[in-house]
Every structure is written in C-alpha cells, then in structure tokens.
C-alpha cells in the first residue's frame, strides 16, 4: 500500500523553464511534508518542507505547494538549472499522532536539458 | 564535518553470507534509521532507533537486525543473505525533540547478492 505516490518517474524540462513535480498522499495524518534530491551515487539531501498549516513555502528557486483537500503537494523550481537534473523524493510523516517515521515516494528523476 | 558515514561503500556476497553495515553520525543526534533504495519502490524503513537502547521495525524488516551500539553508531546486520536484498542500503540520522524532522542521510552501501 504506497501511502505517498509519485506517478510520473521521470521529467525533461528545458534550461530556464519551470519544473512542476508532484507528489499525493492517501494517510490523513500526514501532517508534515519533504521534498529530498538525490545525485548518483549519493544520500538524499534535504531540499524543502512544509507543514500541514501552511499551503505554500518558498526557499529560493524552489516553492512547495500544499492542497489538504487533494492530499496533493508539488514542486516547483524556477529558473530550472542543469544543476537540478537528480531524483526528487517526496516524503511524509504524520507528527501529530506520534509517528515521526517517514514515509517516501518512489521518486521522480528530473533532467534539464541545457 | 563527516555527518552521516557509511562503511563499506560496496559489497557483494554469496547467497547464505553474512555481513554487517556500519553507520556512525557525528550530530549527536538520537534517532537513526535503515532504509533501502530499489528501482521503483523509492526508499523503504528496514529498521530505527529512536534513541540510544531502542530498537523498532520498519515496513521491510524481515532478513535483518539491527544494534545500536551507543549514540553514534548503528549498525546492519544480515545474517543469511538473499537475493532478494540485494539494494542500496541508506543509514540517517534526526534530531529529535524540535519538531525537525530532516533526515541527514550517510551516501549508501550498494550491496549485490549472488
């Protein structure tokens, strides 16, 4: 039973656009969100979050929306850069009822191309 | 600053080996975890420890254990291997008792089982 779903497995965006990665969740106590870039041959690393108050966070180039009513959340990044090119993990925890595990996505692997 | 170290980098066994991943952070942080990464079904908790002495499972526990020796290290034991385990294995670690809940992940262990 994947709790949080990443349809698309991979994403071609051109150098300068905007990359919008998704992401949905079916547990309602997930109540706070992750998004995690992995390169090759590396760990994942933090990117951004956002709590289950809030419906929008934004560090930088990169903007997490959230929609409670949807259990939906994406990732936006603009400007895209050749930099970006990884796999992005959504993630999910359910903090309020104790469960401070988190549950990850399948990933999404985003390529710009220059 | 070393964070989260994983030994050994790479790794291949024969069906019916034994072996043991080591992960030690230097963040002083409490909560550690095992996850494994495979093509298609993201990054899935093998086991973690919430503090120093605790153990749980995770969703995929079974054909490992696990040991938390002291606060920095903890470690992955496979007593029979399988190919089945055969993945990239994540150790990370989380501060605790901040509402944080970023994970700070070593750079993985690919383990090949023949």
């Known amino acids: 039973d994947q709790q949080v779903k990443q349809n698309s497995p991979s994403l071609s965006v051109q150098e300068g656009r905007i990359s919008i990665l998704n992401c949905d969740y079916t547990n309602s106590m997930f109540d706070y969100f992750l998004w995690y870039k992995k390169y090759p041959a590396e760990g994942p690393t933090f990117l951004i979050s956002?709590?289950?108050?809030?419906d929008k966070n934004e560090d930088g180039r990169f903007t997490v929306f959230l929609n409670k009513s949807a259990k939906h959340l994406s990732l936006h990044i603009v400007p895209s850069q050749p930099g970006d090119s990884a796999v992005y993990f959504c993630a999910a925890s359910a903090r309020a009822f104790g469960n401070e595990k988190l549950t990850f996505g399948t990933g999404t692997r985003l390529t710009i191309i220059p | 600053n070393a964070g989260v170290t994983q030994t050994p980098k790479f790794q291949v066994l024969k069906t019916g080996q034994s072996m043991t991943l080591q992960c030690a952070q230097d963040m002083n942080h409490n909560s550690m975890y095992w996850y494994r990464q495979d093509p298609g079904m993201g990054l899935r908790l093998i086991y973690y420890?919430?503090?120093?002495?605790?153990?749980d499972k995770g969703e995929v526990p079974n054909g490992y254990n696990v040991s938390r020796l002291n606060k920095r290290e903890f470690s992955l034991r496979l007593e029979s291997a399988a190919p089945s385990q055969t993945s990239v294995y994540f150790c990370?670690?989380?501060?605790?008792?901040?509402?944080?809940?970023?994970?700070?992940f070593g750079s993985g262990t690919q383990l090949s089982v023949l």
């Open positions: 990370a670690s989380r501060e605790t008792g901040t509402g944080n809940e970023k994970l700070f």
């Open positions: 420890s919430a503090s120093e002495g605790t153990t």
């Open positions: 956002i709590s289950s108050i809030k």
